[in-house]
């Protein structure tokens, strides 16, 4: 069974000497880190305001960008393997995310990812709040990342990430929430947006719905701070499988990651502009 993000849930997992956190490994009996006191604040938040003329299409529209992982992750288990409640079950306050067989990791291609869709999405006149604003520090908690969302009443918000499923599978998959009291409200919203994202996905890049998880590219997920939190319409993204070498060679090539970030921005165009 193949599982993503937060997969072993509530198991502490050593982050700073191990192979990145894949999302697909089974959960593992892990040793639980030296207790630490918490060294790192969590990255502060950032509202970025874009040009908001009435005459672009998303003026007054605030947008929620959550770039999975950080760069640092792995320097600091003592904070990352603390426990979180994420609204259904108790799962660690992150991961360090997984990486292609040369090295090149998720957290930076997340957050490069999120910078061109925020460069796009300000084009457009939106409002943009990101997690994080930078790929080299520490969280934040993927509980805190989503109030930071909820708070900031996005109008629809992207967790954006890449798998680390079996070498031989391809493909991207959108995991969208289930009904669980505080989503309540964004769940058929949220499945609205989940398609949009695929269709501009197919229309817009060369990546495949995945051919090892999830249903014709979609996967429901109720384990997911993420999804389980949110008050506003998200989707967690698996943009593509980072083991496996096609999609590594695409997810690691800025103009693959420039066209992510404008398949998303039309998906997003597409899902504000119908509500
Ligand atoms: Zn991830």
Redo the contacts with the bound molecule.
Sequence with gaps: MTVA?GSAAGLPQPAATQPAQT?SAAPQPTQPATPQPASHAATSPASTGGSESASKPLAGKVVGIDP??NGDNGADPAYINQIIWNGRESETCDTT??KTASGYT?AKFNFNVARYLRADLRAEGARVVMTRTNNHGVGPCVNRRARILDDAHASVAVDI??DGGPAWGRGFTVLEPIADGPNDHVIRSSERFGNDVRTAMLQHTSMPVSNYYGSNGIEFRNDLAGLNLTTVPKVLIECGNMPNATDASLLTSPRFQRQLAAAFNTAILTFLGNH
């Design positions: 993000c999302h999975g992982h995310g997984t998720e990430h890449a």
